[in-house]
């Protein structure tokens, strides 16, 4: 099931124009999430988890099959709106939520 999963992930991907790894990486973190906010890098950047790479390595964040790519892509929209939905949604006290990434 997985094998299937990501490649339909490579034939969406690919039929968008990314080019990948033969591991479902793409280059650079960017073209995996063009929308990433400043903030949210700046918090995965702090954080331990090197997802945008170190010695060399790609950041696990440029993997389509990135569990930070996929929390990026649900909930870094919330962010700049009113987080009463995500709230509502999890069965969180709102308005005493908070929406960060590495804390």
Same mark, same amino acid.
């Given at each position: ?27 650079? *973190?960017?073209?995996?999430? *063009? ?5 949210? !890098? ?37 962010? !700049? ?13 709102? *308005? ?6 590495? !804390?």
């Amino acid at each position: 099931m997985l094998n299937h999963i990501r490649e339909q992930q490579r034939r969406w991907a690919e039929s968008c124009g990314l080019v990948l790894d033969r591991s479902g990486y793409t280059a650079q *973190p960017g073209e995996n999430l *063009p929308w990433l906010t400043a903030k949210t !890098e700046q918090e995965f950047r702090a954080g331990d988890g090197y997802e945008f790479g170190r010695n060399g390595k790609p950041g696990k964040i440029t993997a389509l099959h990135s569990s930070s790519a996929l929390a990026v892509n649900v909930f870094d929209y919330w962010r !700049e709106r009113d987080p009463a939905p995500v709230a509502e949604t999890l069965g969180l006290a709102y *308005p005493h939520i908070q929406i960060g990434f590495e !804390e």
